[in-house]
């Protein structure tokens, strides 16, 4: 299984063609490249990076787990940059399928963890050591001493000291319970949350305004005039109907998002995937841009919120997070990202568009992979001042008597010249939704990939073992990297034009 298996443009993969991809081994440093294999896991997480042991070397960690409802004493790890070794290990009652944010609480100068997932798991971890400095209690009850239903906690971000304490507190989603039937439009309302960074404490709770569940991280920018934080949420999931927001952080403070405003509405599906923001306008004001599970891209005026844009890809649905970068000719900001085909349950191959930021016209289509969510990133990979996209890519062989077998590998989409190239080699199994990372993990100028994927070979839904790769490159990076991970290099959803090399 060394030789590369897609068929390009539209047409589905197969293994019985060899690919017209160009090999980049020659790009791959053997001596500072590892791979780790993880038993008994599976992961829905994304890789994000720290230095934990002062070494200089970025580290890595990222959340795992067993079947839903089953406990897992590996539900987070620390694994060291530099050799792939375990550094700490977190059990967790539930899968945690949410992807890291840091910050220092435990003032030692090294990035403390904040990660969520199933059963109301939400926890901080002391990076030096992994001990848990506090995980969020599912008997929290609101200011009025009401009970409320806990569900699944999703990506955090980070705003402005709420709690008098002197750090960053948290604003984050929680909702989706996993027990309703899946047309059943009877279910627990969803609701944003202010939590004390320091002990998780819940400092203020805000129910989403239209009742519904919710399943989209939250988006947080400051105002223009740095009074308040706009945020973007949205309700609804792959078989309810639900709503696209933008509101205040004030109003969560208050408990109350009855007055945010209406972007948008779908009747069958909701808006999952979550928002990203990025200056298209050019008066300096991020503008807002988020996939509908319906399969359309919306993209906002940040200053007035009018409907600049929006792109329908018709019998799709759309799960992933939009990769931001400079793929056309113009100075503005494009689009790429993946569309499923298919109706949730049955989502089967994947389309690929890069849309013009300016204009919303698709600029670039292909159909490549079989169905997953994981997110592209973004890197000038030939140093010709365009970006171009790196993304993972599942392959599905049937055999004899039916017998499907599964591969994944890593691509780079070329724009300028149309091309697709194949990076580093083909690996037995799946990859579902952990987005790689890429940026330069030791500081030596050179681009490092970490990428996760399953093992199992036949099966794709599996929580039997996970690889984590490195590649280390010889690419030497000409230019930061805006957008090589998931929600961004700053993993919090915002691109800017002059923003770190990574977090």
Same mark, same amino acid.
């Given at each position: 299984m060394s030789q590369t298996l897609i068929r390009l443009s539209h047409q589905l993969l197969a293994i019985s063609l060899i690919l017209?991809?160009?090999?980049?081994?020659?790009?791959?440093?053997?001596?500072?490249?590892?791979?780790k294999r993880i038993p008994g896991v599976g992961t829905f997480s994304s890789p994000r990076v720290t230095d934990l042991n002062g070494d200089g070397t970025d580290d890595i960690i990222l959340g795992a787990g067993r079947l839903e409802f089953e406990p897992c004493d590996s539900s987070v790890m620390a694994l060291d940059g530099k050799t792939g070794e375990l550094l700490w290990n977190v059990s967790a009652k539930d899968q945690i399928f949410g992807s890291a944010t840091f910050l220092d609480i435990t003032e030692d100068d090294i990035a403390?963890?904040?990660?969520g997932g199933r059963s109301?798991?939400?926890?901080?971890?002391?990076?030096?050591n992994g001990e848990v400095v506090w995980r969020f209690?599912?008997?929290?009850?609101?200011?009025?001493?009401k009970k409320i239903q806990w569900?699944?906690?999703?990506?955090?971000?980070?705003?402005?000291?709420?709690?008098?304490?002197g750090l960053e507190d948290i604003l984050i989603s929680n909702g989706g319970d996993v027990m309703v039937e899946a047309y059943d439009p009877d279910r627990p309302p969803g609701y944003l949350l202010v939590i004390s960074s320091a002990d998780g404490e819940l400092i203020a709770l805000a129910e989403m305004p239209d009742g519904r569940e919710i399943y989209m991280s939250v988006s947080v920018t400051a105002t223009p005039d740095g009074k308040d934080h706009e945020i973007v949420f949205g309700t609804g999931g792959e078989t309810v109907g639900g709503n696209l927001y933008v509101g205040y952080l004030s109003d969560v403070m208050k408990?109350?998002?009855?007055g945010a405003k209406l972007l948008d509405s779908s009747k069958d599906k909701g808006y999952i995937g979550p928002p990203v923001r990025v200056d298209v306008t050019e008066d300096g004001i991020t503008d807002i841009f988020t996939c509908s599970v319906d399969g359309r891209l919306l993209a906002y005026d940040g200053k007035g919120h009018e409907l600049l844009w929006e792109v329908k890809v018709?019998?799709?649905?759309?799960?992933? #997070? $939009?990769?931001?970068?400079?793929? =056309?000719?113009? #100075? $503005?900001?494009?689009?790429?990202? =993946?569309?499923?085909?298919g109706v949730w349950p049955k989502l089967e191959w994947n389309w690929q568009h890069m849309i013009n930021g300016r204009t919303g016209q698709i600029e670039f289509t292909d159909s490549l992979g079989y169905y997953q969510m994981t997110s592209p990133v973004v890197l000038d990979y030939d140093n010709d001042g365009k970006d171009e996209v790196l993304l993972s890519v599942n392959i599905q062989e049937i055999r004899e008597g039916y017998l499907k077998f599964f591969y994944n590998m890593l691509v780079v989409a070329d724009f300028q010249t149309g091309q697709w190239l194949m990076f580093g080699d083909t690996f037995e199994g799946n990859n579902l939704s952990s987005t790689p990372w890429i940026g330069d993990l030791d500081q030596d100028g050179r681009l490092d990939i970490l990428y996760c994927h399953g093992d199992n070979l036949r099966q794709t839904y599996t929580f039997d073992g996970i690889m984590i790769r490195r590649i280390a490159t010889q690419f030497r990076l000409q230019k930061p990297i805006l957008w090589g991970a998931y929600q961004g290099s700053n993993y919090n959803g915002i691109y800017r034009s002059d923003g770190p090399m990574q977090n």
């Open positions: 017209g991809f160009v090999g980049t081994h020659h790009q791959l440093l053997g001596q500072k490249s590892w791979t403390d963890i904040f990660i109301a798991e939400l926890m901080a971890i002391n990076g030096a209690s599912s008997k929290t009850r609101n200011k009025k001493g569900f699944n906690f999703y990506n955090p971000q980070f705003i402005p000291d709420q709690d008098g304490d408990g109350d998002l009855s018709p019998n799709t649905e759309c799960y992933s #997070s $939009i990769a931001v970068g400079q793929f =056309t000719a113009d #100075s $503005i900001p494009d689009f790429f990202l =993946t569309f499923a085909r």
